[in-house]
Each structure stands twice: as C-alpha cells, then as structure tokens.
C-alpha cells in the first residue's frame, strides 16, 4: 500500500502524460487538477490522463477531469483519457458520458498512436 | 624467697680482693720488720708476701675481666698462702687473725653458702697448719682462728642482706614511680586537652602535646615562661592574676575552677576555651593543674555538651535515641525511596512522633507563596486534617517558619495547636522545627508531649536532628514527584489518548507504568490510519528511562506517523526512523520497535519487527501463534540494517497482542516461559479487545504493579455480519475507510467484484455529499449503516448537516452516478440532516464479471 493517489508525469514530445494510480476522491482530487494543468507547458499539444492504474474514481475525479477540460481547450490543446474496459473507472466515465468532453482509450499506445494520426 | 639483688659488680669485688691481698702482704712484711721471734722463717714469708702482691696486681689489672669462679679461686689460694704462713711463722705471730679477713671478705661479696664453704677450707687448712706445727697444742687456738670470722662474718651477711632488700625496695618503688611518670605523661600527652601545670606565680612547668598543638608553642619555648604572657590575650590578664592568686590562696586543699575563657595562639588567632583548673599541693609546693579544651567549634561543642549531658542523664535513654534516630535515617535512606510525597510525610510524622516519644506531631509542608500546609498529622483522636494554608509568621508554626529557628512552646493556646481533635490529649508543650533545604523554609516539623509532660530543650535538639532528615527526605520527594510528573505527562501525551476509531476493527490498549518505578519508562505505542484502508498498529520501547527516554519516544512516534502517512511500506518506516535514532540519538540510544499493518480488505497483516517480542495472532478458536518472521535488530544498532516485512493471511475475528517485554518476563525466567503465559492467558481471554486487554493484565501482572512498564495493544477485525453500522469523521480521509470496509462487508455479503465496485462508488457519492454539508468547520461525523436481507443489499447515508440542492455539474453529477449504479436512491433531507437510502439487488456468483 502507497499514497492514496500517485500522479507520475512524463512528456513525450508534443504530447505531457499523466499518470495517476490509486484511488482518487474528495481528498486527493482537488489538488489533482492544478498538479496536472501545471505542468502542461503552452508549447505541448496535448494531455494524457492515464488511468490505467486507477482503481477508483468519485464525482470529484470526474469534476477535476471536465475541469482540465475545459482549461486545455480553452488553450486549443487536447485531453485524451485511457482507461481501461471493464474497470470502475472506465464504467464511472461512460455513466457521465465523458466522450462527450474527449476521447476515452483502451491504452496509453492507442491514445498515443490517435494523437499521431490526428496530425 | 625472694632473689635478692648484687650489691657490688664483679670489678669491684675484685679491686677489694686485690686490696685485701695488698694488705695481708703489708702486714706480713710489717712482722717480719719488727722484732720477731726466731722460729719465724723470714724468706718464705717474703716470698709468700710478694706472691700475694703479684697475685694482687694481676687480679686490680684483670678486674673487669674476671668471673665470679675465678674470684672463689683466687680468695681459696688467698688462705693457701694465709696458711702458709703461718706454718713458717710459727704460733708466734698473729697470722691467724688474717684469716678473719678472707672470711669477712667471702661473707660481704658472696651469697652465704659459699663464704661458709670458704670458712670450711679456712678451718680445714689451718687444722692442717696445726697439726704439722704442734700436734699438741691447745684447741683454742683453732677454734679463736675460725670461729671469730664465722661468727663476724654470719653478722655480716645479716647485715648485707637486709640492706640487699632495703635497697631491693627502693629501686622498685623507683621503678614504679618511673612507669607512673610515663603513664601520667603518655595520658597527659595523648589527651585532646592541653594539659597544662603552673606554680604559684603563674609560670609553665608542664605543657603537653596537645597544648603544643592548641597553642603552637613547643615546650621547650613555654616552660619557663608566664602563662599570661604567652597565650592570655591582653584584656584577660588581670582577670587571669585574680583567679590565679584566689585559686593559690585558696584553703580548701582540692580547690577546683572551671573556666569559660578566651586564649591567643602564637599566631595571634583567639580561640573560647574551657579550662578546668586544680589546685595541687606537691610537697609543699602549691601548683596549679589545669585542663584546657578548645571549644571555638561552637556545634561540637554543643554536640559534645549534649552527649554528655545525655551520658551523665541516662546511658539508656539516649542510646534508645540513638536506635530511634539512626532507625529513622534506614527509614529515610531505603524505604522512603521511591515513594510517592504523601506516604512519605505520613510515614515521617509517625516516626518522628515516636523518636521524641511525643503524643502528636505535624508536619506542615511549604506552599509557594510562603504559606504551610498540614500535610500530615499523627497522634490525637483520627479526625479530618484541616488543610487550611497558614501564612508564615501567624501561629506556632508560621512563627517557626518566619524564625527559621525552632521554638519551645510552653502551656499553648488550643488554636496553637496543629488539630483541634488534639485538644483532649491536654497539650502543655510544643515544639517547631523548621524543615529547610538550601536555606529554604520548605516546612515545618511540630510535636507535642501532653501533661505531665514538658518538652526539654534537649528535645529541642533532637528533634533539630529529626528535622533535618525529614527536610531532606520530603527535598527528595519532591524533586522525584515533579521530574516524575513531568516525565509522566510528556509520556502520557505520547501515547494516543484516543485511539482512532476504526471501522470494522476494535482496538483497546493499556499502558500500566510500573509499581515502584522512579522513573518513567520507554514504552510506547501508536495506533494510526494508513493510506488505502489499512491500520498502523506500533509497538515499542526506548532503551532508558525518564526525560531523555520521552523525549526520544516523542521524535520516534512524529516521525513514524509522518512516513507512515506518507505511504511508505512498513520495511521503508521502520528504515527512515533507524536512521533517525542513528544520527540524532547518542550512542546509547537504543529501541525495538514493530511496526504492523493490518489489512482488513485484504485479509492480511504485515509487520516489521526491529527487535522486538513478536506479536501474537489469534486465530480459529482462541488458538493463538507468535508472529515470529521479519525479525531484526534494534533500532540504532546498525546503520543499515535489513528490515524484512513479512506478511501473513489475517480472517475477519481474528486478533493481534502486540506488548512490550514488561509483560512476559520475570525475573531468573527465560523469556519462552513468559511467551508460553501469555499464550495459554490469551486462550482463556474474552475476543473482544478490550475485555481481551482486562484479562491479561489481571493474570499477567502481579499484585502491586509490574517490575517494568507495561504496554498492551490489541486489535481484532470484527468478523463481517449483515447488519453493518459505523460512524466516520466528515472529513474526506474518511471516504477510503468506508470504501474499505464496504468492500470487506459487501463481499462477506456475497456481492460479485463489479458489483462491489459499483455499490461502493455511490455510496462514495453519498458520503462525499454527506461530508461537503457538514461544512468547514464540520465535527459531527456521518452514519454508514448496511443491512443484507436475502439478495438485496440496503445501505443508508446519515448526515447531520444541510442538504444542497444538486447543482448543475459536481453534485449533480453525484446524484446521477449513484442513480446509475442503484437501483434505488432516495434522498430525504429534514432540518436536522439529509439521509441516502441506496438499494441494489446483488447477482454475485459472476465475481469477475464484465460491465454492468
């Protein structure tokens, strides 16, 4: 057992992934938000979120994710999220209908990869 | 009969023989000069005197050399030749006579026997003279030639002997009065007073070591001189003369004086001194004999006063004081130790009650603001102790305390005295002594003797004594109390005061400090949340006692929380405060410690142990084992040691004991006989933890308190029912322990893993809803309560704050989820709260199952 929540940030090229592991609800997903939209510079063109390795996520989690949203597109950069099939997580994000907000992946590769061909 | 002494040495025995032979030969020659008889054969005789002078000459010259037999031979060769003669002189001459003076010699020189022996061969060799010379003649001659010397020597030998013995005594009674005279100077020079004799006009005759000593003036220097000059100080003088002439004018013959005077060294340095002068009459001679004691330490003198005064009083009296007051310093130095300032002052005021063999006595004890508080009181009838403070300087005591001196009360005043229940006992004397302590008045020592008694100022002194033992014991006592009470209360907030309430588990804890500790001990134990749903449980003991060993307690347990809280693995905590204990505790320092996470959603429990007694698990049916694994050393002994964590299964209703080492050992025992108690304690314990707690401290540890602090932590995982009900904080910490013991719940409920997930999603939703009305500020925790009914799974949400009304986005989003995931969800708010009922038909079997 770790931290509650982790986030692990990693910028490849154009594109800044961040991963976050654990749980994330009202006490960690706050600050989840501000942690991930600071460190996308202005320069990338989009953001990551990985879920992989979550294993829960609340209303607060959701609110933080439509947030970051909001922010990037305000800026023109892009929000993709990849969570994987059958998880909590991805049958929380299809409950609130978040493909309406951006696009949701199986894996980190195919997000990746659809970046790629979008350009 | 008594050996009677020598009279002559040898040498002058011998010189009196050769004088005696000189003379014989003198007046042999004188016959042969005067006229003489013809028959008389004039050149024998010459050569008869002139052997005699050469045997004269050899023996004066040989005098110092010759022995007693020697002497013997030469006097018998003295009447060889005596006989001799007169056998060549015929019967003319009066030879004969000489042999008187051979006789005489042998009778003043030798013992009788041999001068008797002498006078024989006399007899013998001039009955032979005779008989050659005239057969016939007449007996008389013989008998006037020996029996003369016989008779005069026999008186002579009367004579000597008697001045033998009269000498005899006087060189024994001179021998006596020698050894009298050393004795009297060895006592007089070995006495701590000077000694000191003066004769009538005041000049020193005698002056011994220790007036040597005292005054710094040798003997030599003083005898001779006036006493008054040497050591009376000037403005003494004249008193010194007046008390010299009264004393030898005295006429009383065994005039004696006792003086309190004051006296002068040769260096000039005044002394009080007592001195103890006689008046002695030595033959005629008036001398003063005068004893002299240096009393200028003023407590041995009045210590040496009262030793004797106690002496001459009663021997028996004062040795039972002495019993008394050496019993009370035992009681001060071994029993008091270690206790508590109330047993001891209670214990004290008996004690000394009896040291004085007083009715009552009180111990007042001094607050901060100069006032005195009856502590303790003994004697009268038993009676509430009036705890009302005295200010110093009002009544007895506060008089006693303000004088910082004792005082005697004669006949009191009834308010005077410590209780009023010791009215009856008739008081009529009382006695103050105040208790200081580095020259504070820290309390006041108060005893009282009923009539007909009366308190003397030897008890005054006594009691002086019985106070300053008390003062230091309740000085002691109070130092321990207060560094025991700060010690106590740094412990006590160090270990939780609460221990967190945990849902699903029950916790209980002990810490029992140990029986007749001085100090606190380092034995501490911690019960925390840890990130992702599981309880940190800690157990340790800091090697030491006391401040140092609390305050060490105190870093350990911040610093285990923070990693702790921080997520670190057990292995990583337990590494971070080794390092800690290696670079900021001192050498010795030195602490086992085990570190355990119990995982309940998990079913599973993990530890590190730094050399600490394992924990025990109990498991089934109160069987129980030792968690033995993951074992390292202590803390701060190395400085990258190996923690190994190990984990084990742990079931809903099973128990851990974590305890520190107060618990099992025993003196003289091997700790496995300790290990195998608790063991077969614990199967006959109650489960629940606190009960679990009560049943092993009254079995394990002894009547009166244990040798060591005692540390006792439990922790049971409350096996999963279908009613569920728990309270947590409104904080959002709470939400992952609700989850986690949703999921334990749900699963004990037979929920699939999907359906679990979904389940405790909305309910995350309700809480958080539930936990955001509360507010800021909120305290008042939240109700989770599920029950299980056949297939159907319902669980409500309780909180006692405002509903909001679902705005769009955040909550709304909440409502929604938990709409999707239930297949009820009804929200009833009211003034007093807003309650969630949620309610989902469970499928299970499928545990694995794909989405919904």
């Known amino acids: ?119 | 009969v008594r050996e009677l002494p020598e009279l002559f040495d040898l040498g002058v025995k011998a010189r009196s023989l050769a004088y005696l032979f000189v003379a014989g030969a003198s007046l042999g020659l004188l016959t042969l000069l005067l006229p003489h008889d013809d028959s008389v054969q004039d050149l024998q005789l010459y050569v008869l005197a002139a052997i005699a002078v050469a045997v004269a000459a050899l023996i004066y010259v040989q005098a110092d050399r010759i022995s007693e037999w020697q002497l013997h031979l030469v006097l018998a060769a003295g009447t060889t030749i005596l006989s001799f003669a007169n056998y060549y002189a015929g019967t003319s001459t009066l030879y004969p006579l000489l042999y008187t003076w051979t006789a005489l010699y042998a009778f003043y020189f030798f013992p009788l026997g041999t001068a008797l022996a002498h006078i024989a061969y006399i007899g013998a060799a001039y009955a032979v003279v005779l008989a050659i010379q005239d057969p016939e003649g007449p007996l008389i001659r013989w008998l006037l030639a020996v029996g003369t010397p016989l008779i005069a020597g026999l008186l002579i030998s009367r004579m000597l002997d008697r001045l033998r013995a009269q000498q005899l005594e006087a060189s024994e009674s001179a021998r006596e009065l020698r050894q009298s005279e050393a004795r009297t100077r060895l006592v007089l020079d070995s006495s701590p007073d000077a000694f000191v004799t003066l004769d009538r006009d005041g000049i020193i005759r005698t002056w011994n070591v220790a007036a040597e000593r005292m005054f710094g003036w040798p003997a030599s220097e003083a005898i001779g001189k006036p006493f008054r000059a040497l050591v009376t100080p000037e403005e003494f003088r004249e008193r010194h003369d007046e008390r010299r002439i009264a004393l030898v004018e005295s006429t009383d013959p065994l005039a004696t004086a006792h003086f309190e005077v004051e006296l002068q060294r040769r260096d000039g340095g005044r002394f009080p001194a007592e001195s103890t002068v006689s008046r002695v009459d030595v033959r005629g001679e008036i001398l003063l004999a005068g004893f002299i004691r240096d009393v200028s330490d003023s407590r041995r003198r009045q210590e040496e006063r009262e030793a004797l005064m106690r002496e001459q009083a009663a021997r028996a009296e004062a040795e039972r004081v002495a019993e008394m007051v050496s019993g009370m310093q035992l009681l001060v130095d071994a029993a008091l130790a270690h206790r508590t300032l109330e047993d001891i002052v209670s214990d004290l005021v008996t004690r000394v009650r009896g040291v004085l063999g007083a009715d009552a006595a009180a111990i007042y004890l001094a607050d901060q603001g100069e006032r005195l508080v009856l502590r303790a009181a003994s004697g009268g009838a038993p009676g509430e102790i009036d705890v009302e403070p005295i200010p110093f300087g009002a009544g007895f005591p506060g008089r006693v305390a303000e004088a910082r001196e004792p005082l005697l009360a004669q006949d009191p005043a009834p308010e005077e005295l410590p209780r009023a229940n010791l009215e009856e006992l008739e008081i009529d004397s009382l006695i103050g002594v105040p208790l200081l302590a580095e020259g504070e008045v820290t309390g006041v020592l108060v005893v009282c003797a009923a009539a007909p008694r009366h308190f003397s100022t030897d008890d005054v002194n006594l009691l002086r004594l019985a106070a300053d033992r008390v003062a230091l014991a309740v000085d002691h006592a109070r130092v321990y109390e207060r560094e025991h009470r700060i010690a106590e209360t740094l412990q006590r907030s160090l270990l939780p005061d609460r221990l967190p309430h945990l849902p699903g588990l029950a916790v209980a804890a002990r810490y029992l400090p140990a029986a007749a500790e001085a100090e606190v001990g380092g034995d501490w134990y911690d019960v925390l949340s840890v990130p992702g749903g599981g309880v940190g449980l800690v157990m340790g003991d800091v090697a030491g006692k006391g401040l140092a060993a609390a305050s060490m307690v105190g870093r350990l347990r911040s610093a285990l929380r923070a990693y702790a809280l921080e997520g670190h693995a057990p292995a990583r905590v337990v590494e971070q405060l080794n390092r800690l204990i290696w670079t900021e505790g001192d050498d010795s320092q030195m602490a086992t410690l085990i570190y355990v996470v119990v995982d309940p959603a998990e079913g599973e429990v993990r530890w590190v142990n730094a050399g600490h007694p394992p924990p025990l698990l109990v498991y089934g049916e109160q069987l129980s084992r030792y968690l033995e694994g993951g074992s390292s050393v202590p803390l701060g002994v190395l400085p990258f040691p190996d923690f190994q964590e190990v984990t084990v299964p742990m079931d809903p209703g099973d128990t851990v004991v974590l305890y520190t080492d107060g618990l099992i050992e025993r003196p003289g025992e091997h700790i496995d006989t300790g290990m195998g108690r608790l063991v077969a304690v614990v199967r006959e314990a109650p489960s629940e933890p606190d009960l679990l707690c009560e049943h092993v401290l009254r079995e394990l540890v002894p009547d009166g308190g244990a040798l060591d602090d005692v540390a006792l932590l439990t922790l049971r995982t409350i096996p999963m029912a279908d009613r569920v009900r728990v309270e947590f904080p409104a904080a959002p910490e709470a939400l992952s322990s609700m989850r986690a013991l949703l999921r334990r719940w749900l699963r004990h409920g037979g929920g699939n893993e999907q359906e679990i997930a979904e389940i405790v999603t909305a309910c995350g939703e309700a809480a958080t809803n539930a936990i955001e009305h509360a507010g800021a500020g909120g305290e008042t925790p939240f109700e989770v309560s599920g029950l299980v009914e056949g297939r159907t799974v319902q669980i409500t949400i309780r909180d006692y704050g405002a509903w909001r009304a679902p705005r769009e986005g955040d909550q709304g989003r909440g409502l929604s989820l938990m709409r999707a995931l239930m297949d009820t969800v009804e929200v009833t708010p009211t003034p007093e709260g807003t309650t969630v009922r949620l309610e989902r038909t469970l499928k299970g079997k499928d545990s694995n199952g794909g989405p919904g």
Not at chain 1, 8 to 24: D, H, P, Q, T, W
Not at chain 1, 29 to 44: E, K, L, N
Not at chain 1, 73 to 85: F, I, P, T
Not at chain 1, 86 to 100: C, K, M, S, W, Y
């Open chain 1, 1 to 119: 057992v770790t931290e509650l929540v982790e986030l692990v940030i990693e910028e490849r090229e154009e594109v800044v992934v961040a991963r976050v592991s654990g749980e994330l609800d009202l006490a960690g997903a706050p600050g989840m938000g501000d942690r991930i939209h600071d460190s996308v510079p202005t320069s990338a063109r989009a953001l990551v979120v990985d879920f992989s390795e979550l294993d829960f996520i609340d209303s607060s989690g959701i609110a933080m994710l439509f947030g970051l949203a909001r922010r990037l597109g305000s800026r023109r950069q892009e929000l993709r999220v990849v969570a994987r099939d059958g998880r909590p997580v991805a049958r929380v994000l299809q409950i609130v209908e978040f493909d309406r907000a951006a696009r949701v992946h199986e894996t980190l590769e195919e997000a990746l990869a659809d970046l790629v061909t979008d350009t």
